[in-house]
């Protein structure tokens, strides 16, 4: 088509395309004329949104929020309520400890100067500390150590050998329940703290596989430009292996310490036929239970049992309170490799 306008533009007339360019962008498959233009974005970028959906956008993500925080909050009361049952019914007299009120009717702090004089709870926390230290420091070391081995040297059947290792995990408690009651007796352990810790000093599967993902995720040059140096094996495993993979050693330490303080088995069938005073903590608290009960000749003072329920989970929260960073980093840590 010839141009009826020499040296000049092409008019919307002339070429049929530029009337469409020049018409308004509006919404696809509406009728021009019909729908609201959309916005166009800065620069000829692409439309920027209508102002009703941006405004349906926020309030959902408002009220996912909304429910978020309430399901959070939820769960939290849920998980603290007992802990809640548990200090109000260490504060109230005999007669309202199971009434299930948060708020006692009658406050009795008096109940925590007695339960010494009741109980014999710092024994029972004395042993069970020790035992719990004494399973979580040896544990750490043993399975740090045996970690590495498996980690760094190279032998025939080590592969064979770590998959035995972890087979070991299926076995449940029971199976080895019986024989290792009778190596302890054997031994004349039995009535003593030893069998608590003493197996703690040949490592844990579970530990040994954590340890060794770690140590699998430190670099291996490290380890050779050491030994060029004049570094020994053991020297690797103490000045650079171990310092390195502290974050997952207080991990392993940590989750001893809690198995260590929360066993009730252990102690039930070493330390059950001795004197109540040797008694750990979980141990003690049963004992004291079965003491106050009034089919056993007791007046039901659970008062007392609340109190010391009460005081035995205070080392437990400070562990974890001092250990919480190096948990957290120890989880990340772990979760790398190279």
């Known amino acids: 088509m010839t141009?009826?306008?020499p040296g000049l533009e092409p008019t919307?007339?002339?070429?049929?395309?530029?009337?469409?360019?020049?018409?308004?962008?509006t919404a696809a498959g509406a009728t021009p004329g019909t729908a609201e233009p959309l916005r166009r974005g800065s620069a000829g970028g692409p439309a920027a949104p209508l102002p009703g959906a941006d405004r349906r956008s926020r309030a959902l993500r408002r009220l996912g929020s909304a429910v978020r925080w309430v399901l959070l909050i939820?769960?939290?009361?849920?998980?603290?309520?007992p802990f809640a049952w548990l200090l109000a019914a260490s504060l109230k007299p005999r007669g309202e400890v199971f009434d299930n009120r948060l708020i006692p009717l009658t406050?009795?702090?008096?109940?925590?100067?007695?339960?010494?004089?009741?109980?014999?709870?710092?024994?029972?926390?004395?042993?069970?500390?020790?035992?719990?230290?004494?399973a979580a420091t040896i544990v750490t070391l043993t399975s740090s150590a045996?970690?590495?081995?498996?980690?760094?040297?190279?032998?025939?059947?080590?592969?064979?050998?770590?998959?035995?290792?972890?087979?070991?995990?299926?076995?449940?408690?029971?199976?080895?329940?019986?024989?290792?009651?009778?190596?302890?007796?054997?031994?004349?352990?039995?009535?003593?703290?030893?069998?608590?810790?003493?197996?703690?000093?040949?490592?844990?599967?579970?530990?040994?596989?954590?340890?060794r993902q770690f140590y699998l995720s430190l670099p291996r040059d490290l380890f050779e430009a050491a030994r060029i140096d004049g570094c020994s094996f053991f020297g690797l495993f103490r000045r650079i292996a171990f310092p390195l993979?502290?974050?997952?050693?207080?991990?392993?330490?940590?989750?001893?310490?809690?198995?260590?303080?929360n066993n009730f088995a252990g102690p039930l069938i070493?330390?059950?036929?001795?004197?109540?005073?040797?008694?750990?903590?979980?141990?003690g608290i049963a004992y004291a239970m079965t003491m106050y009960s009034p089919t056993a000749g007791g007046h039901g003072d659970y008062q007392f049992v609340m109190v010391a329920s009460l005081l035995v989970t205070l080392p437990m929260m400070v562990i974890f309170a001092f250990g919480q960073r190096y948990f957290m980093e120890g989880i990340a840590a772990g979760s790398l490799k190279g």
Not at 12 to 25: E, H, I, R
Not at 149 to 174: C, D, E, H, I, Q
Not at 275 to 280: I, L, M, S, V, W
């Open 270 to 283: 070493y330390l059950n036929f001795g004197d109540p005073h040797g008694y750990t903590v979980p141990l």
């Open 74 to 81: 939820g769960f939290a009361l849920a998980f603290l309520y």
């Open 3 to 5: 141009n009826a306008n």
């Open 146 to 211: 045996i970690a590495f081995g498996f980690a760094y040297f190279r032998f025939p059947g080590k592969n064979a050998l770590f998959s035995v290792l972890l087979g070991t995990m299926m076995l449940p408690g029971a199976v080895t329940l019986i024989p290792n009651y009778l190596i302890w007796k054997t031994l004349g352990w039995l009535g003593t703290t030893v069998p608590l810790w003493g197996g703690t000093l040949f490592g844990s599967a579970f530990y040994i596989f954590l340890m």
């Open 107 to 134: 406050p009795t702090p008096q109940n925590y100067a007695d339960v010494w004089n009741q109980l014999p709870l710092l024994s029972w926390v004395f042993n069970s500390v020790f035992i719990a230290l004494a």
């Open 12 to 25: 919307a007339a002339d070429d049929p395309s530029a009337a469409a360019a020049a018409a308004p962008l």
């Open 245 to 261: 993979a502290l974050p997952s050693a207080i991990i392993v330490f940590i989750f001893e310490f809690q198995a260590s303080w």
